[in-house]
């Protein structure tokens, strides 16, 4: 009757099938580097369904047709000369929306994963390369320097078959260096340690800190092993978990986080902890057979 609160509770499959997605995204970068192999130029052109234009179209408007959450993550701590960016809008029909880490969950991993072949590609190390592109940010470096530490990179005496990946992020204001040990078992990339150093500034709640990071990587690791939803004629083929995969327990990592607070005003820490995860284990792939995975989630390898 009127004036009668009732409970309805949405089923698996209705939450599903009537979510907002993350967006669909292509992306296209080109680096130059100079006789030194320093890098001078990228070019970084994204393609993508949007958000804002969708969610809050007047601030896509305002913006003059930029997309905001979309591109978030282009803007680098990185010393490079001649940096350009590109964004082109695609509408495909279904209805995107924000998701944890939003645009550097992918940027990101554009970025770092070129970054680490570059630096492979004039035979430098990946961690000392990023802290030369880094002379101007030592926040940066800091980060690079501690995550190095403690994952014992270029030192550790690793199993048979077991490789290290680096990635940085400075997304949110906030700086994170991580590194995780993969390996391949049955052609597909297994994560068994990670480690991360972060530099938020002020670190208010530094427990709480460490517990972001590591249900970043928790959230990272499954979108890049596992997480994805196909369409057929606009309609969602995944409708519950049977067939939309998430990570077991027996996948999760161990985490170890060092959380280093500065004299700074305090940046986001809800997602800085997944950007990095998915670049530092394409990074690792590469290392162990030589392939270089430019899609998420992973394919077989």
């Avoid at 030369?132 to 030592?138: E, G, S, T, V, Y």
């Avoid at 190095?148 to 949110?172: F, I, N, R, T, V």
Wanted: glycine content about 10%; hydrophobic content about 40%.
């Amino acid at each position: 009757m009127p004036g009668t609160p009732i409970q309805v509770i949405w089923t698996r499959e209705d939450d599903m099938v009537h979510d907002k997605y993350r967006p669909m995204t292509g992306q296209h970068l080109v680096a130059g580097v100079d006789a030194q192999g320093k890098l001078v130029g990228l070019l970084h052109r994204v393609v993508s369904e949007g958000i804002y234009s969708r969610v809050v179209p007047p601030a896509f408007k305002a913006a003059g047709g930029k997309d905001a959450p979309v591109m978030e993550g282009v803007e680098i701590t990185y010393d490079i000369p001649d940096h350009s960016v590109q964004f082109m809008i695609e509408e495909r029909g279904i209805d995107a929306g924000f998701w944890r880490a939003v645009g550097p969950g992918y940027t990101k991993f554009a970025i770092e994963t070129l970054i680490d072949e570059v630096a492979r590609g004039v035979k430098a190390d990946p961690l000392t390369y990023r802290m030369d592109l880094l002379q101007k940010h030592p926040r940066g470096q800091a980060v690079l320097k501690a995550v190095g530490e403690m994952s014992q990179w270029g030192k550790a005496k690793l199993p048979k078959g077991h490789a290290l990946g680096l990635a940085y992020s400075d997304a949110w204001n906030t700086y994170c260096g991580m590194v995780v040990q993969v390996s391949i078992e049955k052609g597909r990339p297994k994560v068994h340690k990670v480690w991360s150093a972060v530099d938020c500034g002020h670190a208010l709640q530094p427990q709480n800190i460490q517990a972001q990071i590591e249900g970043s990587v928790i959230f990272g690791l499954s979108a890049a092993l596992h997480e994805r939803m196909d369409f057929r004629a606009g309609e969602p083929l995944q409708t519950n978990l049977n067939t939309y995969q998430v990570l077991r327990a027996n996948e999760t990592p161990e985490v170890f986080v060092k959380v280093m607070p500065t004299d700074n005003h305090p940046g986001g820490i809800g997602e800085v902890g997944l950007p990095p995860l998915a670049p530092a284990m394409a990074n690792a792939i590469a290392s162990l057979n030589g392939k270089r995975l430019r899609a998420l989630p992973f394919p077989m390898v």
